[in-house]
């Protein structure tokens, strides 16, 4: 793509934004804003080794009950990571993120971007455990898995982090907000931009959030494109 269409692009994009969502398009957190997650020095750098390591993880009662560990799928050198909350009853079962119904919308989406889920994209979740009956992770769950993900994050060195979802948005962010709050603009997750979309369940739910997740994915598209 041309870098004078790119640049309008990416304008209009952010112009759309603030005209909803306010004069602030780019929130950047300190490190103690973040929190205090700090990365176990035992932990593998190799991502496959990793993932085997702590496959047999029970920090926190999902441990317990779950049929699979879900760790994560994708490029291991990816430029874009998306981010759920958490593995729900297909995923449990499969051992792979995403891939339910969810799931096969967000592959449309991402082959609507010229992008796969195998190919420069990497896909995870915030836990790795399916939480009971698919509600919201807690806090203590979090707290517990967090460090996986930052490792995932710190061995795939991503340019682009997408946050699917409010509880995603909010967990790693530090956030009790909205999600409209959130979207449309970019975030600093420790030194890597993050951008915060709708969850393929909620477009599923209501198809009137797809021309904005539609939005937001353009903008992916564009972002990781500049940057290679």
């Known amino acids: 793509m041309p870098e004078s269409r790119l640049k309008k692009d990416s304008v209009r994009f952010l112009e759309q934004t603030q005209e909803l969502f306010g004069s602030t398009l780019y929130g950047k957190l300190s490190m103690n804003e973040m929190g205090t997650t700090r990365l176990d020095p035992s932990f593998s750098n190799q991502l496959n080794e990793?993932?085997?390591?702590?496959?047999?993880?029970?920090?926190?009662?999902?441990g317990q009950h779950r049929n699979k560990f879900v760790f994560g799928v994708g490029d291991s050198h990816a430029d874009l990571m998306l981010v759920g909350e958490a593995p729900g009853r297909e995923e449990d079962l499969k051992g792979e993120p995403f891939v339910g119904r969810a799931g096969k919308l967000l592959d449309k989406i991402l082959s609507a971007i010229k992008m796969t889920r195998h190919k420069n994209v990497y896909i995870c979740n915030v836990l790795k455990c399916r939480p009971p009956q698919n509600r919201d992770p807690l806090p203590d769950e979090v707290e517990k898995c967090e460090p996986y993900l930052l490792h995932q994050i710190n061995l795939i060195k991503p340019k682009l982090i997408v946050a699917l979802g409010?509880?995603?948005?909010?967990?790693?962010?530090?956030?009790?907000?909205?999600?409209?709050?959130?979207?449309?603009?970019?975030?600093?997750?420790?030194?890597?931009?993050?951008?915060?979309?709708?969850h393929p369940a909620a477009l599923l739910r209501n198809s009137n959030l797809k021309k904005y997740a539609w939005e937001d994915f353009q903008f992916i598209r564009d972002f990781i494109n500049k940057k290679n």
């Not at 990793?50 to 999902?62: D, E, H, Q, R, V």
């Open 50 to 62: 990793f993932g085997t390591s702590i496959s047999t993880c029970k920090k926190c009662n999902l």
């Open 166 to 198: 409010r509880i995603s948005g909010t967990t790693l962010l530090r956030m009790d907000d909205t999600l409209k709050s959130m979207r449309g603009r970019l975030h600093d997750y420790h030194g890597t931009p993050l951008l915060v979309t709708y």
